[in-house]
């Protein structure tokens, strides 16, 4: 049987909130993803597809991706 965390790490992208200063009009405006605020984090959900390339595109932007 699989492990839930495996499926929400492919599908989710939590940061601390001020990483997508600069940015975040630019992934929700490109990519097909949901972007909450919790608190001072920010979690970027999408298909496993979309959260690999949202990544992609923030490590160019010089953002550290845990």
Do not use: W
Request: hydrophobic share 35%; charged share 25%.
């Amino acid at each position: 049987m699989s492990n839930p965390a495996t499926y929400r790490d492919s599908t989710q992208i939590l940061l601390p909130a001020e990483t997508l200063d600069g940015v975040r009009h630019d992934v929700e405006r490109q990519f097909t993803v949901t972007v909450v605020e919790e608190g001072c984090y920010v979690r970027i959900i999408g298909s496993p597809v979309v959260i690999k390339d949202v990544s992609e595109f923030l490590t160019r932007q010089g953002v550290s991706i845990p």
